[in-house]
């Protein structure tokens, strides 16, 4: 079990640009989430998928926000014409839906988004 | 909507002294409670999950214990490495996501 793993860890980019993150979840985790989180407060829900299937959306993500999960293994999170008010942590966390490990959401180290 | 308030925001105990975190929630069905900890510019590190009031749960020398109501979060005799924020989220029933509180920052001067 390596855990959850995201690339990059950081990115700078230019108000505009798009960008793309990579959550690797844990292997056989059937779930994986994408939460956001800015400095001072708790992470905030952006989305999930069970499987490839995306089940539920915030009212917090933007028509400029979208999330792949492919082969129900790992997920992509795009931003097209980032904001400065974009800039945040960006989350993955996955869980299972059988084992000891029920339902027990664990997280990726983040990808760190800065918005010049 | 789900609702979920920390306090204290910042905590500041000399290694030994022993407290208490607290996490009030507002939910319309509690599915799960759950206690993360969270090192600066890291991911949060799961700790507990407590899906019924009387509920314990023990790591070393952290114990949460929830009611239904709210949550603590005991740390006794606490050690400079337990320095972290304290993230307290629940879970709605019917509902697979998180809704986190602001934190706790907890800092243990040796």
């Known amino acids: 079990d390596t855990g959850v793993s995201q690339d990059p860890r950081h990115k700078i980019t230019k108000r505009g640009q798009n960008v793309t993150f990579r959550c690797d979840p844990i292997s056989e985790h059937n779930r994986l989430y994408w939460y956001r989180q800015t400095l001072g407060q708790g992470p905030e829900f952006l989305t999930y998928f069970q499987n490839e299937a995306q089940l539920e959306k915030s009212r917090l993500l933007s028509d400029r926000f979208s999330a792949e999960r492919p082969k129900g293994s790992f997920s992509t999170l795009e931003i097209q014409r980032t904001e400065q008010g974009d800039s945040a942590m960006y989350l993955c966390a996955s869980s299972s839906l059988a084992g000891a490990s029920y339902n027990e959401q664990f997280f990726g180290p983040g990808t760190r988004l800065t918005v010049l | 909507e789900d609702q979920v308030t920390q306090s204290p925001e910042a905590l500041r105990l000399q290694e030994g002294e022993s407290s208490s975190l607290n996490c009030s929630y507002t939910v319309s069905g509690l599915r799960g409670l759950f206690w993360y900890r969270q090192d600066p510019g890291k991911g949060p590190e799961f700790l507990f999950t407590l899906y019924s009031a009387g509920e314990e749960k023990e790591k070393e020398r952290l114990k949460a214990t929830l009611t239904k109501k709210e949550s603590f979060l005991h740390i006794t005799a606490p050690k400079p490495e337990d320095s972290a924020t304290y993230l307290c989220?629940?879970?709605?029933?019917?509902?697979?996501?998180?809704?986190f509180g602001k934190g706790t920052m907890l800092l243990v001067s040796p």
């Open positions: 989220a629940v879970q709605d029933s019917g509902y697979s996501t998180l809704t």
